[in-house]
């Protein structure tokens, strides 16, 4: 079989497999909000204070220009984790055996994510031309000039963000959610550099079509300084409306994107290199110890079997105390943490103590509420995640015993971590800090539990708690902020909303269990 | 002590049923469920485990029906799946310590019943090391360990020996055998010399129908006088296979003796030679597949 007839079957049969699963439904859906919110009009682009009629060329460069902010992100949760399962499903074992070349793997995973990614840019392109007649400026289709943006700015960029997707998955340390999180602040930077250098790490195109439309807006307007804003404006009131004929395509700028398309296949090519090719042997998980099967210990083969006999358990033994549950679930929470781990926990709780109280609000309590992210995360999955799921719920009371003692042990983790915080803000009788930082304390874990249940993994709770966190307290927008960083948050009463929001997340959470225990 | 399954049946996606109509009723000892890949075994196991609702009959234990009020059972249940995971970054005394927790064990019984059990499992020398360097068969058994933890009346246990080397194989039977004296005990294997050594009852099932429930003597009288053994020519074995019934092979100097399970001799050489239970299970088996055929 020729080595593109392997590669074929390698990225068809993984992108068969995800899109029979519900779970792309929901990422088409996505995709399909996403087209809404720009044929609405709630996602405009502008230049300044003007914008250009909705013509073919303008919706076709302000799609690609969303496709490439938005889906540079989602899309690599959305496709991280092919890798991962064929390690789970046992499937990697046996690709490992055949003659298949480890470049050759990644290159197929690569184009099976890249699959995926376009299938979601051609639904936003379907929904490009539904914005174009929505908005019925200029309802003259010009098929071209509409799908050009979105072919030469958007499939690089989904090729970069498919090759990355396999990177991380076969670097061990980013293989989890290091890499979520990693990833998220990668992309978090990538956003200014696009828009900054324009040239060589203009990876989302931004900077390209920025620079073409600053010259369309200074020969019309004669302004020299812009800004360029993809979002939605206030008041549209008094806004400039221009025409604008599409890109200047430069030889430079498609070169670029080739520069761009043959990096990511790079990228792909490097991940092979990292590969452990599914031996069990080369990769470190979070276990310290060998991951080699054991030996078997020298008794299981020599000297006769001891007799066997269990003793009966005495009257009472059968007791079911919560606080032993409890003192069970956060071991399982904090076991396999290193001490590196303790040593940052411990010195942002000296940081909250030492710091000035505002600084405390707004930054380290939020850094403290960020670092055992990767815990909560895996509140809800464990079972599904590690299959204990028949041992754990065949007991007595999994709803009633098992979930709240999974849930206080999140929040006894919030309280440890950031416990300085609340006795700073109760020594300054700080009683309104106190009470947005027991909101706070309340619906993280709860948030994670919830989504954990609801989804299986952790990767869901990591990045939305990312964006919360992101957003929040470290961009100071008011709704976001879950854990009183902002006084503006504080005064709008945020709080209560969290607290209310986290007793609805607690009944969903409930609800997503009782899902879990009748499906099984 | 009682378990009593009426006309349990479950449903899949499909309109497929894995078990229906399924009847028994089960008082101390050891229960071998025997029946090939798909019968309906895990599915039985998984609804009796509290675990899987079923579609249409009841399962009661004494007298409580499992499905309205699973925590009776469960509280003194000990159930191992046939797939199961472990927490990697725990040792063997700290996943059993969480099992207990989770089953509402008190600590200081719980402690004392965990190193009996890592003495019976064979894993004390293992037990500080964490799960995730386990091989299969101390994974295995570390299942088998959990299961016992709290000392259960109704204990399930899916395929317990895979995985374990013929030492622990023989262990965990005579196990088994100990404990059925004074509960009930559902072992569900293909392995049917497990069951032979084991099980006072047998039910054999075969798509998600109870096909025979019987004590293995009484299993083996229904296939008495009806076991040859017959030595052929290796190049004749193929023929052979297509006209008889036949239980097993085993390749000696003189040829292949065969064990056929057959009214008539299948050969004027053929000698009659007592039934084993794998015979009796294939000749159930196989009767119930020509019926089927027929009809």
Redesign the interface.
Known sequence: MSQARVLWHLMRADFLERVRRYSFLLTLGLAVYLGYVVSVGQLKLWIDDSRGIYNSPWVGVVMAMVINSFLSIAGFYVVKGSVERDRRTGVGQILATTPMSKPLYTLGKMASNLAVLLAMVAVLAVMAFAAQLVAGEDTRLQMVKLLAPILVFCVPVMAIVAAFAVLFETLPGLRGGLGNIAWFFLWVGLMPASILTKGSWDLLGLGAVSADLYRQTALRYGVTKHSFVLGAMADERGSKIFHWDGMDWTPEILLSRLVWLGLAVGLALIAAVFFDRFDTARSS?????????????????AGP??A???????E??????FF??L???L??LL??QRWWWYAVALGLLIASIAAPIQSVRSVVLPLAWLWPILLWSALGT?EAR???D?????????LG??LPAVWLSGVLLAVATGGAAVLRFALAGDWTGVGAWTVGALFIPTLALTLGVWSGSSKLFEIIFLVFWYLGPMQRVPALDYVGAVPAAVKAGMPLAYLAATALLMAAAVAGRKRQL?R? | MKLTIEGVGKRYKGNFWGLKDFTLELGAGVLGLLGPNGAGKSTLM?IL?????PTEGRALWNGTDIVRS??GL??E?G?L?Q????????NAV?FL???????????A??AR?IE??L??V?????RK??L???????KQRI?IA?A?L??PRLLIVDEPTVGL?P??R??FR??LS??GGERIVILSTHIVSDVEAVANGIAMMDRGRLLAYAEPEELLRRVEGRVWEWVIPSAELPAARERWRISSTVRRADGVHARVVSEIPPAPGAVRVPPSLEDAYLAVLEGDRARAAAA
């Open positions: 998980g979070r276990v310290r110890k060998p991951q080699a099967a054991l030996p078997e210990p020298a008794e299981a083969v079997a001891p066997i006999h269990l003793h009966p358990l005495p009472g033994a059968r007791r079911f105390r032993d549950l003192r069970a679930e071991r399982l076991k396999g464990r590690f299959a204990t028949g041992l754990v719920f065949s007991a007595a009371r999994p015993r098992q009748a099984l | 998984r485990a509290t675990i899987t609702r699973p925590d469960r509280a249940l159930y799946p797939d199961f995971g472990v927490y990697p970054n725990l700290e310590e969480y099992m207990a927790a989770v089953k509402g064990l008190d600590r019984a719980a019943r009996e059990l003495v019976l064979n894993l004390t020398e293992a090391r964490p995730g360097g386990y091989s299969g068969g101390m299942g959990q016992l709290n000392d080397d030492e622990e023989v262990r005579n196990l100990d404990l």
